[in-house]
Protein backbone atom coordinates (compact mmCIF):
# COMPACT_ATOMS: atom_id res chain seq x y z
CA UNK A 1 0.00 0.00 0.00
CA UNK A 2 1.16 3.49 -0.93
CA UNK A 3 0.74 5.68 2.27
CA UNK A 4 -0.03 9.27 2.39
CA UNK A 5 1.03 11.87 5.29
CA UNK A 6 -0.72 15.40 4.14
CA UNK A 7 -0.50 16.49 7.85
CA UNK A 8 0.02 19.94 9.65
CA UNK A 9 -2.98 20.81 6.83
CA UNK A 10 -6.29 20.63 8.52
CA UNK A 11 -7.52 19.62 4.82
CA UNK A 12 -10.56 18.01 6.08
CA UNK A 13 -11.68 21.77 6.78
CA UNK A 14 -10.58 23.91 4.19
CA UNK A 15 -13.26 25.45 2.06
CA UNK A 16 -11.42 23.32 -0.96
CA UNK A 17 -13.01 20.22 0.19
CA UNK A 18 -16.67 21.67 -0.64
CA UNK A 19 -15.63 21.07 -4.12
CA UNK A 20 -15.01 18.09 -4.73
CA UNK A 21 -18.45 16.56 -6.08
CA UNK A 22 -17.86 19.62 -8.53
CA UNK A 23 -14.26 18.32 -9.49
CA UNK A 24 -15.01 14.71 -9.47
CA UNK A 25 -18.15 15.27 -12.07
CA UNK A 26 -15.57 17.85 -14.07
CA UNK A 27 -13.50 14.68 -14.30
CA UNK A 28 -16.00 12.20 -14.84
CA UNK A 29 -17.59 14.15 -17.57
CA UNK A 30 -13.85 14.55 -19.16
CA UNK A 31 -13.50 13.08 -22.64
CA UNK A 32 -9.28 12.53 -22.21
CA UNK A 33 -9.67 10.18 -19.39
CA UNK A 34 -9.35 7.13 -21.41
CA UNK A 35 -6.46 5.93 -19.37
CA UNK A 36 -8.55 5.29 -16.25
CA UNK A 37 -10.09 2.24 -19.03
CA UNK A 38 -8.78 -1.11 -18.68
CA UNK A 39 -6.29 -1.80 -21.17
CA UNK A 40 -6.97 -4.98 -23.66
CA UNK A 41 -5.43 -7.98 -22.53
CA UNK A 42 -5.42 -8.76 -26.50
CA UNK A 43 -2.83 -5.27 -26.95
CA UNK A 44 -0.75 -6.48 -23.57
CA UNK A 45 -0.50 -10.13 -25.82
CA UNK A 46 0.82 -8.14 -29.11
CA UNK A 47 3.29 -6.40 -27.16
CA UNK A 48 4.85 -9.00 -25.81
CA UNK A 49 4.94 -11.05 -29.02
CA UNK A 50 6.18 -8.08 -31.48
CA UNK A 51 8.77 -7.60 -28.10
CA UNK A 52 9.90 -11.24 -28.70
CA UNK A 53 10.28 -10.57 -32.43
CA UNK A 54 12.83 -7.81 -31.78
CA UNK A 55 14.57 -9.81 -28.88
CA UNK A 56 14.98 -12.28 -31.95
CA UNK A 57 16.44 -10.54 -34.55
CA UNK A 58 18.06 -7.30 -32.78
CA UNK A 59 20.66 -6.41 -30.15
CA UNK A 60 18.97 -3.20 -29.41
CA UNK A 61 15.57 -1.44 -29.68
CA UNK A 62 16.12 2.83 -30.39
CA UNK A 63 13.05 4.59 -28.87
CA UNK A 64 12.35 8.06 -30.19
CA UNK A 65 9.73 10.32 -29.12
CA UNK A 66 9.47 13.24 -26.02
CA UNK A 67 7.81 14.60 -23.32
CA UNK A 68 4.86 12.23 -22.78
CA UNK A 69 5.85 9.98 -25.18
CA UNK A 70 9.10 9.27 -23.50
CA UNK A 71 9.16 10.32 -20.11
CA UNK A 72 6.72 7.63 -17.87
CA UNK A 73 8.90 4.36 -19.90
CA UNK A 74 12.32 6.44 -19.26
CA UNK A 75 11.21 7.16 -15.61
CA UNK A 76 9.61 3.24 -14.54
CA UNK A 77 13.02 1.78 -16.80
CA UNK A 78 15.44 4.30 -14.51
CA UNK A 79 13.48 3.15 -11.52
CA UNK A 80 13.58 -0.03 -11.81
CA UNK A 81 17.26 -1.16 -13.60
CA UNK A 82 20.27 -1.97 -11.49
CA UNK A 83 22.55 0.50 -10.77
CA UNK A 84 25.51 -1.22 -12.78
CA UNK A 85 24.50 -4.39 -15.33
CA UNK A 86 25.95 -5.78 -18.39
CA UNK A 87 22.78 -5.78 -20.21
CA UNK A 88 23.19 -8.24 -23.25
CA UNK A 89 19.70 -6.39 -24.50
CA UNK A 90 19.74 -2.30 -24.57
CA UNK A 91 16.96 0.08 -25.44
CA UNK A 92 18.55 3.35 -26.38
CA UNK A 93 16.22 6.46 -26.09
CA UNK A 94 16.47 9.41 -29.10
CA UNK A 95 14.60 12.04 -30.10
CA UNK A 96 14.58 14.55 -26.96
CA UNK A 97 16.58 16.87 -27.67
CA UNK A 98 18.76 18.36 -30.98
CA UNK A 99 21.80 17.87 -29.87
CA UNK A 100 24.18 16.82 -32.87
CA UNK A 101 26.97 15.23 -30.53
CA UNK A 102 24.14 12.71 -29.78
CA UNK A 103 22.72 12.15 -32.59
CA UNK A 104 25.95 10.87 -34.08
CA UNK A 105 27.72 8.89 -31.34
CA UNK A 106 23.93 7.31 -31.58
CA UNK A 107 24.41 6.77 -35.92
CA UNK A 108 28.14 5.82 -35.43
CA UNK A 109 27.16 2.97 -32.56
CA UNK A 110 24.20 1.72 -34.51
CA UNK A 111 26.05 0.99 -37.68
CA UNK A 112 27.56 -1.78 -36.35
CA UNK A 113 24.55 -3.17 -34.28
CA UNK A 114 21.13 -4.95 -35.43
CA UNK A 115 18.71 -2.66 -34.34
CA UNK A 116 14.55 -1.97 -34.34
CA UNK A 117 13.30 1.17 -34.32
CA UNK A 118 9.89 2.24 -32.21
CA UNK A 119 8.86 5.57 -33.25
CA UNK A 120 6.51 6.80 -30.99
CA UNK A 121 4.33 10.23 -31.40
CA UNK A 122 0.43 10.66 -31.20
CA UNK A 123 0.64 13.45 -33.97
CA UNK A 124 3.31 12.19 -35.72
CA UNK A 125 4.54 15.89 -36.49
CA UNK A 126 6.60 16.69 -33.41
CA UNK A 127 9.91 18.09 -34.76
CA UNK A 128 12.49 16.37 -32.89
CA UNK A 129 11.40 12.96 -32.78
CA UNK A 130 10.69 13.47 -36.42
CA UNK A 131 14.54 14.67 -37.09
CA UNK A 132 16.08 11.42 -35.10
CA UNK A 133 12.86 9.19 -36.82
CA UNK A 134 14.47 10.52 -39.87
CA UNK A 135 18.60 10.29 -39.57
CA UNK A 136 18.24 6.76 -38.16
CA UNK A 137 16.35 5.76 -41.03
CA UNK A 138 18.60 6.80 -43.59
CA UNK A 139 21.21 4.65 -41.97
CA UNK A 140 18.27 1.88 -41.65
CA UNK A 141 17.63 2.12 -45.37
CA UNK A 142 21.70 1.66 -45.91
CA UNK A 143 21.76 -1.65 -43.58
CA UNK A 144 18.65 -3.06 -44.19
CA UNK A 145 15.94 -4.45 -47.21
CA UNK A 146 12.29 -3.10 -47.83
CA UNK A 147 11.43 -6.23 -46.21
CA UNK A 148 13.53 -6.05 -43.22
CA UNK A 149 12.14 -2.48 -42.78
CA UNK A 150 8.99 -3.73 -42.38
CA UNK A 151 10.27 -6.32 -39.52
CA UNK A 152 12.33 -3.67 -37.77
CA UNK A 153 10.11 -0.78 -37.41
CA UNK A 154 7.31 -0.26 -35.33
CA UNK A 155 5.35 2.89 -35.09
CA UNK A 156 3.33 3.88 -31.68
CA UNK A 157 1.40 6.78 -32.84
CA UNK A 158 -2.66 7.86 -33.29
CA UNK A 159 -5.05 5.29 -34.25
CA UNK A 160 -6.44 6.59 -37.56
CA UNK A 161 -4.69 10.20 -38.50
CA UNK A 162 -1.54 11.54 -38.35
CA UNK A 163 2.00 11.44 -40.92
CA UNK A 164 2.90 8.14 -39.00
CA UNK A 165 -0.13 6.29 -39.67
CA UNK A 166 -0.29 7.15 -42.90
CA UNK A 167 3.17 5.90 -43.59
CA UNK A 168 2.43 2.93 -41.63
CA UNK A 169 -0.56 2.16 -43.69
CA UNK A 170 1.09 2.59 -46.77
CA UNK A 171 4.22 0.73 -46.11
CA UNK A 172 2.84 -2.25 -43.97
CA UNK A 173 4.67 -0.96 -40.86
CA UNK A 174 3.56 -2.78 -37.85
CA UNK A 175 1.43 -0.15 -34.92
CA UNK A 176 0.48 0.18 -31.67
CA UNK A 177 -2.33 2.69 -31.05
CA UNK A 178 -2.41 5.95 -28.52
CA UNK A 179 -5.83 6.04 -28.30
CA UNK A 180 -7.65 9.28 -29.07
CA UNK A 181 -8.92 10.02 -25.17
CA UNK A 182 -5.43 9.55 -23.74
CA UNK A 183 -2.97 12.69 -23.89
CA UNK A 184 0.88 12.34 -23.75
CA UNK A 185 1.13 12.87 -19.88
CA UNK A 186 -1.73 10.21 -19.17
CA UNK A 187 -0.31 7.57 -21.71
CA UNK A 188 1.61 5.09 -19.51
CA UNK A 189 -0.67 2.62 -20.00
CA UNK A 190 -0.78 2.41 -23.58
CA UNK A 191 1.67 0.71 -25.85
CA UNK A 192 3.65 4.06 -25.67
CA UNK A 193 5.28 3.10 -22.31
CA UNK A 194 4.75 -0.46 -22.08
CA UNK A 195 5.87 -1.74 -25.25
CA UNK A 196 9.41 -0.28 -24.44
CA UNK A 197 9.03 -1.34 -20.81
CA UNK A 198 8.28 -4.59 -21.44
CA UNK A 199 12.75 -5.11 -22.62
CA UNK A 200 13.15 -4.72 -18.85
CA UNK A 201 9.92 -5.55 -16.55
CA UNK A 202 7.18 -7.25 -15.52
CA UNK A 203 4.63 -5.19 -17.01
CA UNK A 204 1.99 -7.73 -16.37
CA UNK A 205 2.73 -6.37 -12.36
CA UNK A 206 2.82 -2.92 -13.67
CA UNK A 207 -0.35 -2.74 -14.82
CA UNK A 208 -1.84 -4.78 -12.13
CA UNK A 209 0.03 -2.07 -9.92
CA UNK A 210 -1.60 0.83 -11.76
CA UNK A 211 -5.66 -0.09 -11.75
CA UNK A 212 -4.80 -1.16 -8.11
CA UNK A 213 -4.28 3.11 -7.85
CA UNK A 214 -8.09 3.47 -8.24
CA UNK A 215 -8.65 3.14 -4.90
CA UNK A 216 -6.77 6.47 -3.80
CA UNK A 217 -9.48 8.68 -5.17
CA UNK A 218 -9.90 10.36 -2.11
CA UNK A 219 -6.35 10.60 -1.33
CA UNK A 220 -5.74 12.30 -4.58
CA UNK A 221 -8.01 14.63 -4.10
CA UNK A 222 -6.87 15.71 -0.46
CA UNK A 223 -3.03 15.49 -2.23
CA UNK A 224 -4.75 18.26 -4.68
CA UNK A 225 -6.58 20.12 -1.98
CA UNK A 226 -2.78 20.50 0.26
CA UNK A 227 -1.30 21.62 -2.37
CA UNK A 228 -4.15 23.72 -3.94
CA UNK A 229 -4.06 25.19 -0.28
CA UNK A 230 -0.51 25.85 0.24
CA UNK A 231 -0.61 27.78 -3.17
CA UNK A 232 -3.33 30.10 -1.90
CA UNK A 233 -0.53 30.80 1.12
CA UNK A 234 2.05 31.99 -1.85
CA UNK A 235 3.79 28.52 -2.04
CA UNK A 236 4.07 28.85 -5.92
CA UNK A 237 6.54 26.13 -6.44
CA UNK A 238 6.64 22.55 -5.50
CA UNK A 239 9.78 20.35 -5.27
CA UNK A 240 9.39 16.61 -5.76
CA UNK A 241 11.99 15.15 -3.44
CA UNK A 242 13.84 11.84 -3.35
CA UNK A 243 15.85 10.13 -1.52
CA UNK A 244 16.94 7.16 -4.21
CA UNK A 245 19.22 8.15 -7.25
CA UNK A 246 16.81 5.83 -9.30
CA UNK A 247 13.51 7.73 -8.50
CA UNK A 248 15.19 11.18 -10.21
CA UNK A 249 13.31 10.22 -13.81
CA UNK A 250 9.92 9.67 -11.60
CA UNK A 251 10.67 13.67 -10.64
CA UNK A 252 11.02 14.51 -14.33
CA UNK A 253 8.03 12.85 -15.25
CA UNK A 254 6.03 14.09 -12.49
CA UNK A 255 6.91 17.18 -13.63
CA UNK A 256 5.39 17.01 -16.81
CA UNK A 257 2.51 15.80 -15.35
CA UNK A 258 1.97 18.66 -12.93
CA UNK A 259 3.51 21.21 -14.62
CA UNK A 260 1.74 20.74 -18.43
CA UNK A 261 -1.66 20.20 -16.39
CA UNK A 262 -1.74 23.01 -14.19
CA UNK A 263 0.89 25.82 -15.80
CA UNK A 264 -1.83 27.57 -17.98
CA UNK A 265 -3.93 30.93 -17.81
CA UNK A 266 -1.40 32.29 -15.58
CA UNK A 267 -1.84 29.90 -12.66
CA UNK A 268 -0.50 27.33 -11.70
CA UNK A 269 2.19 25.71 -9.20
CA UNK A 270 6.18 25.29 -10.84
CA UNK A 271 6.84 22.03 -10.58
CA UNK A 272 11.00 21.22 -9.55
CA UNK A 273 12.37 18.58 -8.00
CA UNK A 274 15.76 17.81 -6.25
CA UNK A 275 17.75 14.41 -5.48
CA UNK A 276 18.13 14.37 -1.43
CA UNK A 277 21.21 14.10 0.23
CA UNK A 278 23.04 14.72 -2.63
CA UNK A 279 20.95 18.56 -3.36
CA UNK A 280 20.82 19.50 0.98
CA UNK A 281 24.56 20.00 -0.15
CA UNK A 282 23.28 22.10 -3.37
CA UNK A 283 20.11 23.75 -2.90
CA UNK A 284 19.81 23.02 0.64
CA UNK A 285 20.64 26.29 1.54
CA UNK A 286 18.43 28.00 -0.62
CA UNK A 287 15.30 25.91 0.09
CA UNK A 288 15.98 26.30 3.93
CA UNK A 289 16.39 29.81 4.17
CA UNK A 290 15.60 31.30 0.98
CA UNK A 291 12.55 32.82 -0.84
CA UNK A 292 9.81 31.24 1.34
CA UNK A 293 7.53 30.11 -2.36
CA UNK A 294 8.43 26.94 -2.13
CA UNK A 295 7.06 23.39 -0.67
CA UNK A 296 7.61 19.79 -0.88
CA UNK A 297 6.74 16.84 -1.46
CA UNK A 298 8.93 13.93 -0.61
CA UNK A 299 8.79 10.36 -2.26
CA UNK A 300 9.69 7.87 0.46
CA UNK A 301 10.48 4.33 0.20
CA UNK A 302 10.20 1.99 3.08
CA UNK A 303 11.63 -1.31 2.22
CA UNK A 304 15.52 -0.67 0.23
CA UNK A 305 18.39 -3.37 -0.38
CA UNK A 306 20.01 -3.96 3.52
CA UNK A 307 23.64 -3.21 4.23
CA UNK A 308 25.03 -2.20 7.52
CA UNK A 309 26.69 0.87 8.75
CA UNK A 310 28.64 0.30 11.80
CA UNK A 311 25.10 -0.42 14.07
CA UNK A 312 23.00 1.07 11.27
CA UNK A 313 20.88 -0.44 8.91
CA UNK A 314 21.98 2.21 5.68
CA UNK A 315 18.56 2.98 4.57
CA UNK A 316 17.34 3.40 7.63
CA UNK A 317 20.06 5.99 8.35
CA UNK A 318 18.70 7.89 4.84
CA UNK A 319 15.30 7.60 6.08
CA UNK A 320 16.20 8.89 9.69
CA UNK A 321 18.01 12.00 6.97
CA UNK A 322 14.57 12.58 5.66
CA UNK A 323 12.35 12.38 8.50
CA UNK A 324 15.36 14.65 10.41
CA UNK A 325 15.46 17.32 6.69
CA UNK A 326 11.54 17.26 6.61
CA UNK A 327 11.71 18.82 10.63
CA UNK A 328 14.61 21.45 9.57
CA UNK A 329 12.81 22.50 6.73
CA UNK A 330 9.55 23.01 8.46
CA UNK A 331 10.83 25.18 11.26
CA UNK A 332 12.17 27.33 7.91
CA UNK A 333 8.54 27.73 7.42
CA UNK A 334 8.35 24.65 4.09
CA UNK A 335 5.89 22.74 4.46
CA UNK A 336 6.27 18.80 2.99
CA UNK A 337 3.41 16.37 2.32
CA UNK A 338 4.44 13.09 2.42
CA UNK A 339 3.65 9.85 -0.47
CA UNK A 340 5.51 6.77 0.65
CA UNK A 341 6.17 3.64 -1.12
CA UNK A 342 6.35 0.29 0.41
CA UNK A 343 9.04 -0.52 -1.85
CA UNK A 344 10.62 0.37 -5.40
CA UNK A 345 9.04 -2.21 -7.83
CA UNK A 346 6.36 -2.86 -10.91
CA UNK A 347 3.68 -2.30 -8.67
CA UNK A 348 3.90 0.44 -6.63
CA UNK A 349 5.14 2.52 -9.75
CA UNK A 350 2.26 1.68 -11.46
CA UNK A 351 0.01 2.42 -8.10
CA UNK A 352 1.44 5.53 -7.46
CA UNK A 353 1.54 6.79 -10.95
CA UNK A 354 -1.88 6.57 -11.15
CA UNK A 355 -2.57 8.51 -7.93
CA UNK A 356 -0.55 11.42 -9.12
CA UNK A 357 -2.29 11.54 -12.71
CA UNK A 358 -6.01 11.66 -10.90
CA UNK A 359 -4.25 13.87 -8.99
CA UNK A 360 -3.01 16.06 -11.30
CA UNK A 361 -6.72 15.92 -12.95
CA UNK A 362 -7.86 17.10 -9.83
CA UNK A 363 -5.50 19.80 -9.05
CA UNK A 364 -6.52 21.16 -12.63
CA UNK A 365 -10.43 21.43 -12.08
CA UNK A 366 -9.29 23.01 -8.63
CA UNK A 367 -7.67 25.89 -10.41
CA UNK A 368 -10.46 25.96 -13.00
CA UNK A 369 -8.58 25.26 -15.94
CA UNK A 370 -8.36 21.68 -18.20
CA UNK A 371 -5.71 19.66 -16.97
CA UNK A 372 -5.69 17.66 -20.61
CA UNK A 373 -4.48 20.65 -23.30
CA UNK A 374 -1.05 22.47 -23.42
CA UNK A 375 -1.94 25.09 -25.54
CA UNK A 376 1.59 26.77 -24.35
CA UNK A 377 3.30 23.79 -26.01
CA UNK A 378 1.64 24.16 -29.17
CA UNK A 379 2.18 27.98 -29.23
CA UNK A 380 6.04 26.95 -29.47
CA UNK A 381 5.45 23.86 -31.34
CA UNK A 382 4.08 25.72 -34.39
CA UNK A 383 6.46 28.89 -34.02
CA UNK A 384 9.16 26.27 -34.51
CA UNK A 385 7.62 24.69 -37.51
CA UNK A 386 7.05 28.73 -39.12
CA UNK A 387 11.43 28.29 -39.12
CA UNK A 388 11.89 25.19 -39.87
CA UNK A 389 10.31 23.07 -42.18
CA UNK A 390 11.09 19.67 -42.12
O1 LIG B 1 1.89 15.57 -22.90
C1 LIG B 1 1.87 15.98 -24.05
O2 LIG B 1 0.81 16.00 -24.72
C2 LIG B 1 3.13 16.43 -24.75
O3 LIG B 1 4.22 16.46 -23.87
C3 LIG B 1 3.46 15.46 -25.89
O4 LIG B 1 3.53 14.15 -25.38
C4 LIG B 1 4.77 15.80 -26.58
O5 LIG B 1 4.77 17.11 -27.04
C5 LIG B 1 5.03 14.85 -27.75
O6 LIG B 1 3.94 14.86 -28.64
P1 LIG B 1 3.73 13.73 -29.72
O7 LIG B 1 3.50 12.43 -29.03
O8 LIG B 1 2.54 14.17 -30.51
O9 LIG B 1 5.00 13.70 -30.55
Redesign the pocket.
Known sequence: MVEFDFSGIDYANLDLMSRKDEVLNSFNNSYMTGWTRRIDQSLVDDIISVRDKVINNSKCLVVV?????FLGSYAVSKALAPYFNDEKFKVIYAGTSLSSDYMTELLDYLRNVDFSLNV???????ME?TIAYTLIRELMEEKYSDDELKERLIFTTDPVKGSLREEANSCGYKTFP?PDDI???Y?IMTAAHLFPLSFNIDISKFIEGYYSGNKYIDSAYNYAVCRKHLFDLGKYVENFVVYEEKLSYFSEWLK?LFG?SEGKNNVGIFPTSTVYTRDLHSLGQFIQEGNKIIFETIIKVNEASKIKFKDYDLHNINNIVLDSVRVAHNKGDVHSLMITLPCINEYSLGEVMYFFMLSAAFSGFLFSINPFD?PG?EVY?KEVRENIVI
Not at 65 to 69: F, L
Open positions: GIGGSISKSGTTPIGGRSQEQVK
